[in-house]
């Protein structure tokens, strides 16, 4: 190797060797930190208060079911006598009754037994004559349920708003304390109606409500037959046809 290669050799490893050292220290753009994690999303939460698809979907059901029946029974009072004995059998309990006593002897009924025990109700009932009609309704109240709720809560939580801003206000402010009671007394009522709204609700879901009509034909006898018929020829002779 002659002179001018080991001159050129030298400045090559120099030449490397400071450029491995301004590299460690960070000197030609390189950073040596690490890289930035990147940023973690967070859901936004849910107000469990707040009405949506997922709240009805979780909720527990409320449901409200009524039945309608009709039917021809042989013995209208017998009838009425047999399904008032069913009803109380199936823990349920009798609302209202009406009979008339016309040329077609009628019979209604509302009753109310559990939700669970509607159909079998029905069943019962059904087997005491010959069945005209026969009707089940079924309505989903879960989300004006919960919507009712709802509301309650936001109400009951405004309410005790007033009443702290009532309670922080001085003899002198009589006026302001004035219409606070108002507004709260206001505020009360609503409350009152919307708690038993919701407690008819439930009512209504465990408790179902029937309605069954009984009828029962009039057999003619010779004479009122003839009396029938008598009526039908003078009411034809005495028409006048336009």
């Not at 309410?159 to 206001?186: C, F, I, N, P, Q």
């Given at each position: ?112 037994v559990p939700a669970q ?87 209504f879901a465990q408790f ?32 006048i046809r336009e």
């Amino acid at each position: 190797m002659n002179y001018i290669t080991f001159i050129h050799t030298m400045r090559l490893c120099l030449s490397l060797g400071i450029i491995s050292l301004l590299t460690s220290c960070g000197m030609v753009g390189y950073s040596a930190e690490a890289p930035a994690m990147a940023p973690t999303y967070v859901a936004p939460s849910i107000s469990g208060s707040s009405l949506n698809r997922n709240s009805v979907s979780t909720a527990k059901r409320t449901v409200v079911k009524t039945g309608s029946l009709n039917l021809d029974a042989g013995n209208v009072r017998e009838a009425g006598e047999k399904i008032e004995q069913i009803t109380l059998a199936q823990g349920g309990h009798m609302l209202s009754y009406d009979e008339r006593d016309d040329k077609t002897k009628n019979a209604s009924f509302s009753i109310r037994v559990p939700a669970q025990n509607l159909v079998s109700t029905m069943d019962q009932i059904a087997a005491l004559g010959k069945v005209k009609y026969r009707k089940i309704t079924v309505k989903d109240k879960t989300r004006e349920a919960i919507a009712q709720k709802a509301r309650l809560a936001k109400l009951k939580k405004r309410k005790s708003r007033l009443e702290a801003v009532y309670r922080s206000l001085g003899a002198k402010d009589m006026t302001a304390k004035l219409e606070l009671e108002e507004t709260l007394s206001e505020i009360e009522e609503q409350i009152f109606a919307m708690e038993e709204g919701i407690k008819q609700m439930q009512k209504f879901a465990q408790f179902s409500k029937l309605e069954v009509s009984l009828s029962q034909k009039t057999i003619r006898g010779p004479v009122g037959a003839t009396l029938d018929g008598t009526k039908w020829t003078w009411g034809k002779l005495f028409t006048i046809r336009e």
